[in-house]
């Protein structure tokens, strides 16, 4: 008699639960040490980030005080090199005032004595301009006396006119009411004739349609009983196979019950067999433990060639940042090309309008080579290329006709731009020769200082003389423009203006 309290041998099933619960139990406490080592790694890496951001603040604030102060110095040195030259164009700038305050007194004591002269020159063409209006003035009446005249008569002539136009209107009308009234009576009576045949026509259709419809509704409804014969004569045979078909019923519900006890038996089996399932299971266990220890090699062999697949991903990943960088500039430049290309067909279409009609009908200048040349450029044409620049060329012989057109556009504007320098060198020779006139005209400070042959002082010009104007030095002349004769002499009286001349009259300006 085995003692109480003491087990008998273990079976091997239980050895086995045994070594599988301490493998569990090992991978718990291993999976614990590591979330442990896990926590503790983590709570030092914080506490070290934590340092260092201390760490690097102090540090910037240490490093932005020394700044400060560098750049607080060199700011003060900017503030007084800066209130220096403010002081110094402070004081520049109020010379430049006082210089201008005295060429504004200057100005304003000019500007004075020329608008008393103006004033002066306004006041006589005020009164000039008032003895001819009022000569104007009368003219005006009596021509305003005439139209009066003329427009009174005009009056009369059309008021006749109107009324004997409207006694013919009225003679017109009573004519057009009499052979309206007649038309009126004729248009009735048709009306009245056609809207009779109408409605008889519209009647014998609507008997004839009648008939039609009675005729179809009578055939219709002899097709309708055919139908229904033939509906009928094919029912019987379906009636047939129905009851063949409750019969074989009958007979499959017997099957069933036969099929239903052989389903029992192979439940009885099933049982059994799931006994020996069970064995099975037990023996397969120890191949899945071996099974598992394969699967933690092939696990292993999977995170190299993770590591691998992602080394690879990167380079491939590089590899795609190169290739769409590339395509994006390639893309952009295909884009410049395209609007260039439309920027172009716009311009040729702006120029098409601008073409003359022998640029529309030859479009293409004729080629200048004699016969000779041209049979020398086509036996070459024949040669092949030895130079690589020619082979380039082939490539783009047919823009041959577009370097025509562009070679003859290039030379038109090299043509117009000679032309415009031309130009411009004869308008800049007449621009000095309209000033050289507008300066011995006018009197400026300019003229004063350059030579000007009509400016005269002391009985001299300040032109140096020539070797002809030696000769006759002795004769002087005082020449005085006619522009300043009435500033020497007393103001004319006031004309009147039918003692103006006929070519000094000017006529009313018309609004």
């Not at 109408?198 to 014998?204: D, P, R, V």
Request: charge should be negative.
């Amino acid at each position: 008699m085995p003692k109480k309290g003491k087990k008998g041998p273990k079976t091997e099933e239980e050895k086995l639960l045994m070594l599988q619960h301490k493998m569990m139990a090992e991978e718990e406490e291993h999976r614990k040490k590591e979330r442990l080592l896990n926590q503790f790694l983590k709570d030092k890496l914080a506490k070290e980030e934590h340092n260092s951001s201390l760490n690097l603040n102090k540090i910037n604030t240490q490093w932005r005080m020394v700044l400060r102060e560098v750049k607080a110095r060199e700011l003060r040195k900017d503030i007084e090199i800066l209130s220096q030259t403010f002081e110094r164009v402070v004081d520049c700038k109020n010379s430049v005032i006082k210089s201008l305050a005295k060429d504004l007194t200057e100005a304003e004591e000019q500007y004075a004595h020329a608008l008393q002269g103006h004033l002066h020159n306004v006041d006589e063409l005020l009164a000039l301009q008032r003895s001819r209006l009022t000569y104007l003035e009368e003219c005006y009446n009596e021509e305003l006396d005439a139209l009066n005249k003329e427009f009174e008569n005009e009056r009369k002539m059309i008021i006749e006119q109107h009324e004997r136009e409207m006694r013919y209107l009225q003679d017109v009308f009573l004519a057009m009411e009499q052979n309206f009234t007649e038309t009126e009576y004729e248009a009735k009576l048709e009306f009245q004739s056609m809207w009779d045949d109408l409605k008889n026509k519209n009647l014998e259709e609507k008997h004839f349609l009648r008939m039609q419809l009675e005729t179809t509704v009578e055939d219709l409804w002899r097709r309708f009983q055919e139908a229904l014969k033939n509906y009928t004569d094919a029912t019987e045979d379906r009636k047939l196979a129905f009851e063949t078909l409750k019969l074989r019923d009958e007979k499959s519900s017997k099957e069933i019950e036969a099929q239903m006890k052989k389903i029992q038996k192979i439940q009885d089996s099933i049982a059994i067999l799931r006994n020996k399932l069970m064995v099975h299971t037990r023996e397969n266990e120890e191949q899945n433990r071996h099974i598992r220890e394969d699967k933690d090699l092939v696990h292993m062999q999977l995170q190299k060639l993770k590591l691998q697949m992602n080394q690879a991903r990167g380079v491939a990943r590089h590899s795609l940042a190169k290739l769409t960088w590339e395509s994006n500039i390639t893309l952009k430049a295909l884009k410049k090309i395209v609007e260039k290309g439309e920027c172009i067909l716009k311009l040729a279409e702006i120029c098409r309008k601008f073409e003359t009609e022998e640029e529309k009908v030859l479009p293409f200048y004729a080629t200048m080579l004699t016969e000779e040349e041209l049979q020398e450029v086509e036996l070459n044409a024949h040669e092949e290329p030895t130079i690589e620049l020619a082979k380039l060329m082939e490539n783009y012989t047919n823009l041959e006709n577009f370097w025509k057109r562009y070679n003859k556009v290039k030379l038109e504007q090299l043509s117009l731009e000679r032309r415009r320098t031309q130009l411009l060198e004869t308008n800049e020779k007449l621009r000095q020769m309209l000033k050289q006139y507008l300066d011995s005209i006018s009197v400026s400070d300019e003229v004063m200082s350059q030579l000007n042959p009509l400016l005269i002082v002391n009985n001299r010009s300040n032109i140096p003389p020539t070797p002809k104007e030696n000769i006759v030095r002795d004769q002087v002349y005082n020449i005085i423009e006619g522009a300043h004769v009435h500033m020497l002499q007393e103001p004319p009286p006031p004309l009147c203006p039918q003692a103006l001349p006929k070519s000094r009259m000017l006529p009313l300006p018309r609004y």
